[in-house]
């Protein structure tokens, strides 16, 4: 059994779209009705479209409060949810994630693109270097990280990390692998 973190507030790092795969979408609603159910609070990128308006969606129904933030140069082409919590515009990506970082207590990574991996190899960066030591999740949907993970192990193997990567990152297949280590 997992033991327990002092979980607050958890950040979720995901697309500004869904995807190909219905199951993205799925997880990340249920992922959000799991947030809720653990009264949890959620810092995301601020956007109302793909996954990420899914998560603020899914949690709010339940009843969690959101933290949305987002530079100035999204507010529009990551067409920013109105109905939030709350919303913090910022000047630029890097203060949005340092906030992120210092908002939570733990992320957790769904599907996504470039920016979606910017945020996981940042905050992988931060914790390695002991900038912070929030635990990071990878919702492995439908195996979408599987190709990710593999060369992260490959990095591993070929002597390029200072810690074990299981020291680094919990993998999940489903949203409900998350829940016990968030009780």
Not at 24 to 53: C, D, N, R, S
Not at 82 to 89: A, F, H, K, N, V
Not at 131 to 137: A, V
Not at 159 to 167: K, N, P
Request: hydrophobic share 45%; proline share 3%.
């Amino acid at each position: 059994m997992p033991h327990k973190m002092e979980i607050k507030c958890i950040a979720v790092f995901c697309g500004s779209k869904t995807g190909k795969n219905p199951l993205f979408a799925q997880h990340t609603v249920e992922l959000g009705q799991l947030i809720a159910a653990h009264k949890l609070k959620v810092v995301y990128g601020g956007g109302h479209a793909g996954l990420m308006g899914l998560i603020a969606d899914s949690a709010l129904a339940g009843g969690s409060a959101v933290l949305g933030i987002i530079p100035e140069l999204l507010m529009e082409w990551e067409t920013y949810h109105r109905g939030i919590t709350e919303l913090r515009t910022v000047a630029d990506m890097h203060v949005r994630k340092k906030m992120m970082y210092e908002h939570c207590d733990a992320a957790v990574i769904l599907p996504g693109g470039f920016g979606t991996l910017d945020e996981l190899f940042e905050m992988l960066t931060w914790n390695q270097l002991k900038i912070h030591d929030k635990r990071i999740f990878i919702l492995n949907t439908g195996g979408f990280y599987d190709h990710l993970l593999a060369h992260l192990r490959q990095l591993e193997t070929e002597g390029f990390l200072y810690d074990r990567l299981e020291d680094r990152i919990t993998i999940c297949a489903t949203p409900a692998d998350l829940a016990p280590y968030l009780r």
